[in-house]
């Protein structure tokens, strides 16, 4: 019964949830109830992976050690009772053999392990580095966010990082406002998006250089365009990535924020305890990353 309530609190809003079962089964549990299940099973399972419990750690199925691994990580906001607007960090972790390619422009990922944390990174990467462990052959591909490649260079120096492609072009778009008419814009982009995909990023950033700054926040836009580039010039090699068969786009790790926890966690109305969000981002982890077997032998272990 734990692990029933688990199930419907990580998917459902948890009145939802209290009349889903009644409808279903005929047992009337409160939402509270529920809420309170979920959210201590959820909260147990960080301790449980602290001790290196190890069959508390979902794993990538099927995983070959000499298999490419990608490593996506991002954040986004959820509404707090008590800090307001606040990140929760989420990683994904697959191996390029769970690309499914559906057309010339679109691919799928079949499975996939999900890590999740609101805080710091001080917590957030110890949970993320227990899935890495003993994998050759490491991808990782995030924005700009300096913790995430100071992270990667620390650790993982053998690792190739690549800078998410559309962060890239966007920082270009920004910059086009700035000093081009509209008529203009499309045309000087389209030429640079096309260097980078040449691995031709030196070529881009003397192109960036060469444009006259006709207002001070032109001025600044471009220095720090210009800084953001050369910051991140050796991970922006896109033809190399690709000639490879690498991802160069983050695409996956954004999905993974609506599908994992905002479909849940970002509704109408919703404020969450620290704690409460940090709970049910695992259980909702746990579930997406097809581990659910986990929680019911946590469950079980714990009666």
């Known amino acids: 019964m734990q692990v029933l309530l688990c199930l419907l609190g990580q998917s459902k809003v948890f009145e939802e949830a209290s009349e889903l079962l009644d409808k279903l089964v005929g047992l009337k549990i409160s939402g509270m109830q529920i809420q309170r299940v ?32 990608y490593v996506m990580t991002d954040g986004s906001m959820l509404l707090t009772r008590d800090e307001k ?75 190739t990082q690549i800078l998410d492609f559309f962060h890239a072009k966007e920082k270009l778009v920004l910059l086009t406002k700035l000093f081009f008419k509209e008529q203009e814009r499309q045309k000087w982009l389209d030429i640079q998006c096309k260097l980078l995909i040449e691995d031709k990023v030196h070529q881009v950033m003397e192109n960036m250089k060469r444009l006259r700054c006709k207002s001070e926040e032109a001025k600044v836009i471009k220095e720090k365009t210009l800084q953001y580039y050369e910051e991140h010039e050796e991970r922006m090699f896109y033809k190399t990535y690709r000639d490879k068969g690498l991802l160069i786009g983050s695409g996956p790790i954004e999905a993974a924020h609506r599908s994992v926890l ?21 259980l909702r982890c746990l579930y997406k990353s097809n581990a659910w077997d986990i929680l019911e032998k946590f469950v079980n272990a714990a009666a």
């Open 38 to 69: 979920s959210e201590y099973y959820g909260a147990q399972l960080d301790p449980a992976i602290n001790r290196n419990i190890e069959s508390c750690i979902p794993k990538i199925n099927e995983v070959k050690r000499e298999d490419t691994v």
């Open 262 to 282: 905002q479909s849940r966690m970002k509704l109408s109305g919703q404020k969450w305890s620290i704690k409460g969000v940090n709970a049910i981002a695992n």
């Open 85 to 159: 607007w606040k990140e929760v960090k989420l990683a994904r972790i697959f191996t390029h053999d769970n690309i499914l390619k559906i057309s010339d422009k679109r691919s799928e990922i079949r499975d996939s392990v999900y890590v999740s944390h609101m805080g710091g990174v001080g917590v957030f990467l110890p949970k993320l580095e227990r899935h890495l462990k003993g994998y050759k052959n490491k991808v990782i591909i995030g924005d700009g966010a300096k913790w995430i490649w100071n992270w990667a260079e620390d650790n993982y120096p053998g690792a």
